[in-house]
């Protein structure tokens, strides 16, 4: 399943997470990896010096999707900003006769 404005896309279906019981506010396009870290945390009763490659590639996967969010509302900021040198270049506030 592709998700709109995203270069990574869906794995885990909604079937297959409902079944491992992922939380809805972790169903992303990393909950394809969040799956078997679920089952190794608890076959392994959540040590934390347990289930590391598992871990450390489910946060990989949740980083590189927060910095694509943080380029595409860069990209947003910038437009935006390029929009408004240009309204406020065609209409000048004080006109120049004022200053004669």
């Not at 598992?54 to 949740?62: D, G, Q, V």
């Not at 408004?84 to 120049?96: D, E, M, N, R, V």
């Amino acid at each position: 399943m592709e998700v709109p404005g995203s270069s990574k896309r869906m794995i885990a279906t909604q079937e297959e997470m409902m079944e491992a019981r992922v939380p809805i506010a972790y169903r992303d396009q990393c909950a394809h990896l969040l799956i078997p870290l679920n089952k190794c945390r608890q076959s392994e009763f959540y040590l934390p010096w347990k289930c590391e490659a598992e871990r450390h590639t489910y946060e990989k996967c949740e980083y590189e999707l927060v910095m694509e969010r943080m380029l595409q509302m860069q990209k947003i900021r910038e437009r935006e900003a390029q929009l408004k040198a240009q309204s406020s270049q065609s209409i000048p506030l004080i006109p120049k006769t004022a200053n004669a």
